[in-house]
């Protein structure tokens, strides 16, 4: 046993190779599994496969023996900008480059006894990407922008009676950077051009998770789950490319060409609840809810070496949102599972300070999905179409965005997500 528990564990480090970003409400994300984005989320006072370990560890007491679930999810967001290009007076749409992310996903459970279970999970809490052309008129404010993490928490869970179980899990957080974006140059009213800068930097930080799950009767189930803030300092550096343009650009601080950066992201708390109702053996439905505080994310500050210690500032106020989600799951065969849910996210942007890396005011998630048992494996597929609420840029006071375009806002934004999971019962 101990050498399968060392093959798993090498198994989720190899799996982080291939975590992605997404697109989402804020940054946070929510598709730890593909039974769990079937059912919107809906897996707090479920908690009843693996994935738990993400959803709600208290959970795992429901799992006898050893479990082991893998998979992971294509996320392909797109979407685009109207605006008035502030160079050109002309007003013009650009749409987001078509591209897909791809975070990953890998929990282990184990009973060491008729009270305690163990556990380690694997997955991705917050990602952000996206993509325009280098030279599209929001380009002052972001061209180029790829956020990813993965979370390793190792969990131990705890079945205090036949009806209460908690869990703490201890969270290390990896964290990495690329933005790039450009600056006009200008001189005695002159525009020679755009000047380019690209930001890589990565970080590592700690935290921790809480859950406790209640189990009322054979029919009724509660689950909360707390997720805590994680404040990453990143490491890196900044490239502000090279020729006359940059020379003048610079005017004589030509150790700004390449230097050391360093940026603090704040990864928000999160507090989710669930209640869960089964009527039927075969049947089962839970609606839930996750406050996020996002108001912890009022800054996004960057300082890089220099001879004048350079500094750039970027306000944001984000404010406090909510998941509100509600899901039905059907067996109407032993082997075959039928899941659909529905969940609605509350805008958490400052429009004030609105800028390009996130063109989101609000989401409404439909989902679906399928999951298939086969002696001791499952196979749980799930589809989810993302509808994204227009985001007004009209009124903003961010001066990547008004430096470029006046008048702006988001449309037909929306984001397709396919997710894969593979269980196996030892």
């Given at each position: 046993?101990?050498?399968?528990?060392?093959?798993?564990?090498?198994?989720?480090?190899?799996?982080?190779?291939?975590?992605?970003?997404?697109?989402?409400?804020?940054?946070?994300?929510?598709?730890?599994?593909?039974?769990?984005?079937?059912?919107?989320?809906?897996?707090?006072?479920?908690?009843?496969?693996?994935?738990?370990?993400?959803?709600?560890?208290?959970?795992?007491?429901?799992?006898?023996?050893?479990?082991?679930?893998?998979?992971?999810?294509?996320?392909?967001?797109?979407?685009?900008?109207?605006?008035?290009?502030?160079?050109?007076?002309?007003?013009?749409?650009?749409?987001?480059?078509?591209?897909?992310?791809?975070?990953?996903?890998?929990?282990?459970?184990?009973?060491?006894?008729?009270?305690?279970?163990?556990?380690?999970?694997?997955?991705?809490?917050?990602?952000?990407?996206?993509?325009?052309?280098?030279?599209?008129?929001?380009?002052?404010?972001?061209?180029?922008?790829?956020?990813?993490?993965?979370?390793?928490?190792?969990?131990?869970?705890?079945?205090?009676?036949?009806?209460?179980?908690?869990?703490?899990?201890?969270?290390?957080?990896?964290?990495?950077?690329?933005?790039?974006?450009?600056?006009?140059?200008?001189?005695?009213?002159?525009?020679?051009?755009?000047?380019?800068?690209?930001?890589?930097?990565?970080?590592?930080?700690?935290?921790?998770?809480?859950?406790?799950?209640?189990?009322?009767?054979?029919?009724?189930?509660?689950?909360?789950?707390?997720?805590?803030?994680?404040?990453?300092?990143?490491?890196?550096?900044?490239?502000?490319?090279?020729?006359?343009?940059?020379?003048?650009?610079?005017?004589?601080?030509?150790?700004?060409?390449?230097?050391?950066a360093e940026g603090t992201v704040v990864m928000p708390d999160s507090l989710a609840f669930?209640?869960?109702?089964?009527?039927?053996?075969?049947?089962?439905?839970?609606?839930?809810?996750?406050?996020?505080r996002w108001s912890t994310y009022d800054h996004l500050n960057m300082t890089f070496d220099?001879?004048?210690?350079?500094?750039?500032?970027?306000?944001?106020?984000?404010?406090?949102?909510?998941?509100?989600?509600?899901?039905?799951?059907?067996?109407?065969?032993?082997?075959?599972?039928?899941?659909?849910?529905?969940?609605?996210?509350?805008?958490?942007?400052?429009?004030?300070?609105?800028?390009?890396?996130?063109?989101?005011?609000?989401?409404?998630?439909?989902?679906?999905?399928?999951?298939?048992?086969?002696?001791?494996?499952?196979?749980?597929?799930?589809?989810?179409?993302?509808?994204?609420?227009?985001?007004?840029?009209?009124?903003?006071?961010?001066?990547?965005?008004?430096?470029?375009?006046?008048?702006?806002?988001?449309?037909?934004?929306?984001?397709?997500?396919?997710?894969?999971?593979?269980?196996?019962?030892?």
């Amino acid at each position: 046993m101990k050498k399968n528990w060392c093959a798993l564990c090498l198994s989720a480090i190899l799996l982080l190779a291939g975590q992605g970003t997404a697109q989402a409400e804020g940054f946070a994300m929510n598709e730890w599994s593909a039974r769990g984005l079937s059912l919107a989320g809906g897996m707090v006072a479920r908690a009843d496969d693996p994935s738990a370990l993400a959803y709600n560890a208290a959970g795992i007491t429901q799992l006898p023996g050893t479990h082991l679930m893998l998979g992971a999810s294509i996320v392909s967001p797109y979407g685009s900008i109207e605006g008035t290009d502030q160079r050109t007076g002309a007003r013009t749409s650009m749409q987001t480059k078509v591209q897909s992310w791809t975070p990953a996903h890998f929990y282990l459970t184990h009973q060491l006894n008729d009270n305690v279970w163990l556990g380690l999970g694997s997955f991705t809490r917050f990602g952000l990407g996206l993509s325009y052309d280098g030279s599209w008129m929001g380009r002052y404010d972001v061209y180029d922008l790829a956020l990813q993490s993965v979370s390793v928490v190792p969990t131990v869970a705890y079945k205090v009676n036949d009806w209460l179980s908690l869990s703490v899990g201890a969270e290390l957080m990896y964290a990495s950077l690329y933005m790039g974006k450009k600056a006009p140059v200008a001189a005695f009213g002159h525009y020679f051009g755009d000047m380019d800068s690209q930001v890589e930097a990565h970080g590592y930080a700690g935290g921790y998770q809480l859950g406790a799950h209640v189990k009322l009767n054979d029919q009724w189930s509660l689950g909360l789950a707390y997720k805590s803030q994680v404040s990453m300092t990143m490491y890196g550096d900044i490239d502000f490319g090279g020729g006359k343009l940059y020379q003048t650009a610079l005017m004589g601080k030509p150790n700004l060409k390449k230097s050391d950066a360093e940026g603090t992201v704040v990864m928000p708390d999160s507090l989710a609840f669930g209640v869960s109702y089964k009527p039927l053996d075969n049947l089962s439905f839970e609606v839930g809810t996750v406050w996020t505080r996002w108001s912890t994310y009022d800054h996004l500050n960057m300082t890089f070496d220099g001879p004048y210690g350079e500094e750039s500032k970027s306000r944001k106020d984000f404010q406090d949102g909510w998941n509100f989600n509600a899901s039905v799951e059907w067996k109407p065969l032993d082997w075959w599972a039928l899941r659909a849910g529905v969940y609605y996210e509350t805008p958490v942007i400052n429009e004030d300070y609105a800028d390009f890396m996130m063109p989101t005011y609000g989401r409404t998630g439909l989902t679906a999905g399928m999951g298939f048992k086969w002696e001791n494996f499952t196979l749980d597929l799930a589809y989810a179409h993302l509808i994204i609420n227009q985001l007004d840029y009209s009124t903003t006071r961010n001066g990547g965005v008004t430096a470029g375009v006046k008048n702006a806002k988001s449309e037909d934004c929306v984001a397709n997500i396919y997710s894969l999971s593979l269980g196996y019962t030892f």
